[in-house]
Every structure is written in structure tokens, then in C-alpha cells.
């Protein structure tokens, strides 16, 4: 099975868009982005996720009280490969798999 998170960074290594985005001129190879996270373990992951976490109350501490009238959720969905015809949003995906 295809595994499209590292192979997918060579895509918008040439993305305008993308690496505009973080202000960025250019992103690593795919293989060296692959090496630097596999330097990791389970506690350093866990480390990040609460310096992240702890950042980030102090941000939104000092927004206005506007800012929180919307909110805009931006997820990934998953393709769930199916038959039904009749169902509403019903799309084909890059695999070729109707869902």
C-alpha cells in the first residue's frame, strides 16, 4: 500500500502555494525529512505536542473577543471505497475507487 505522507513532500517541493504559505523558499528531500522524523521517539513526540499545546493558550489569551465569533474547522476527510450510487458527494479518487 502506497504510504503518501513522506513521498507526498517531492509534490509541493515546486508548489508556489505551498510553500508560500510558511514564507518558505524550499522543503526538504522527501528522504531527509524521513530521517529527521524518525529521529524521534514516542516522549519527544509527546514533548512537542505540549510546548505546542502550552503556546498556543498564550495565543489565543490575546486575541480580541471578536476572533472567536467563527470558527473554521479545516480537516482531511478519508475515502471510504463504496457502491452506492444514489449518494450524495459521491466522488472517484485519485485511486481510481468510487466513495
Known amino acids: 500500500m502506497r504510504r503518501p505522507c513522506l513521498e507526498d513532500i517531492e ?7 505551498y510553500l508560500d504559505a510558511p514564507g518558505a523558499e524550499r522543503t526538504h528531500d522527501p528522504n531527509t525529512a524521513g530521517d529527521f ?20 493558550v498564550g495565543v489565543r489569551k490575546q486575541q480580541p473577543e471578536r ?7 479545516d480537516m482531511d476527510g ?8 444514489c449518494k ?11 466513495g
Open 78 to 85: 478519508v475515502m471510504t471505497p463504496t457502491t452506492g450510487q
Open 11 to 17: 509534490l509541493r517541493r515546486n508548489d508556489e502555494v
Open 37 to 56: 522524523c524518525r529521529r524521534f521517539d514516542q516522549v519527544d513526540l509527546h514533548t512537542l505536542m505540549d510546548a505546542i499545546n502550552e503556546v498556543r
Open 88 to 98: 450524495e458527494g459521491m466522488d472517484i479518487s485519485y485511486r481510481g475507487e468510487w
Open 67 to 73: 476572533f472567536f465569533d467563527e470558527a473554521i474547522i
